[in-house]
């Protein structure tokens, strides 16, 4: 399922006691959603990585009370006076078998040997798959059955739109609304691969540099050499500023692209610079000029990243006029 679904799955199951796992490759964001899930909801979140567990940790060390053996618990688990949270137990499925089965007691009856797991702390998984090329163990019939089993996939569109109102580099999200096939990608021999934290990783490497000729040498170590390639290439045959500048300057007769990609730079780039006055007043005159397929483009990139834009006039007018194609 896609990140928009799995976050509405997530905020269903949070009011029952099952647990939940969520499977899915590197780098799609399954430990940003369960956060994410989390804070909206007001509930701390403690992370336990269980590939890093040994057998022990969770049960305890003994200690000698009254001349018998009593089990101290792990400071890291909820504490009987704590609020409420979130217990994320992520790289579940990378633990050793021994390390799993230790997780039984826990993840089911919500205890382990004299600890009980707080009222109100609400269990989610997370793991890759084997395919995935990870580190994984195959998780044992008994410990899977525990847990309601969800699988994140990319989804370049949630993608588009959470790079927009996060502030991401347009250059990299016009390519990959251009492009949305390498937005994740299989891991190969390469050690770099694309995927959406590599993209991400891209983007912030982006801003350390003054363009992406500057760090293009850097470009395949970050995505793979495969979309670095075609990257560098969308940027030299359709990325102009200047030209996105002069739109800006005169948007009701300046020329405007005429080639797909150049669409996709200019729509994420006003998108980027939203909340800019001289950009949305920019983007709600180009809302008659571009093709109206594109001109749907740029109204959702312009309301993600300038919730306000719905206010303006124009966008009105052209909602009125294309609302059965803003609805698809």
């Not at 403690?46 to 000698?64: E, H, M, Q, V």
């Not at 001349?67 to 618990?73: I, K, L, M, T």
């Not at 998984?125 to 090329?133: I, V």
């Not at 312009?302 to 206010?311: D, E, I, V």
Request: contains cysteine; charged residues 20%; proline residues 9%.
């Amino acid at each position: 399922m896609k990140p928009t679904r799995l976050t509405r799955v997530l905020e269903s199951l949070l009011t029952q006691q099952w647990p939940a796992f969520v499977w899915g490759p590197p780098g799609v964001g399954k430990s940003s959603i369960v956060r994410g899930v989390a804070a909206a909801a007001g509930l701390p979140v403690i992370d336990l990585r269980a590939s890093l567990l040994d057998p022990t940790d969770l049960r305890g060390i003994p200690a000698i009370e009254n001349g018998r053996a009593v089990w101290c618990p792990p400071s890291f688990l909820p504490k009987a006076t704590d609020k409420p949270g979130v217990l994320f137990l992520d790289e579940i499925n990378a633990a050793p078998p021994l390390v799993q089965a230790s997780l039984y007691q826990l993840v089911l009856d919500r205890r382990v040997g004299e600890y009980v797991l707080p009222s109100g702390w609400w269990i989610v998984a997370a793991g890759n798959r084997q395919q995935d090329r990870a580190v994984t163990f195959r998780m044992s019939s008994a410990l899977a059955n525990r847990f309601v089993h969800v699988t994140l996939e990319a989804d370049a569109d949630d993608w588009r739109s959470w790079a927009i109102g996060a502030g991401l580099d347009p250059l990299v999200v016009s390519f990959l609304g251009y492009r949305p096939a390498l937005l994740s990608q299989e891991p190969g021999q390469e050690a770099a691969y694309a995927t959406p934290r590599s993209w991400q990783m891209l983007c912030d490497v982006l801003t350390k540099f003054e363009s992406p000729k500057a760090c293009a040498d850097l470009i395949p170590g970050i995505v793979g050499e495969g979309p670095a390639r075609e990257f560098l290439a969308f940027l030299k045959q359709s990325a102009n500023i200047d030209r996105i500048k002069a739109i800006v300057a005169d948007p009701a007769n300046a020329p405007l692209p005429d080639s797909l990609d150049g669409i996709y730079v200019l729509t994420s780039w006003l998108a980027h610079n939203a909340t800019k006055e001289d950009v949305s007043a920019a983007a709600s005159e180009l809302l008659s000029r571009l093709p109206p397929e594109f001109a749907v483009v740029l109204a959702r990139d312009m309301l993600r990243g300038k919730p306000a834009f719905a206010r303006d006039p124009k966008y009105r007018e052209f909602m009125k006029k294309h609302a059965a194609l803003i609805a698809r």
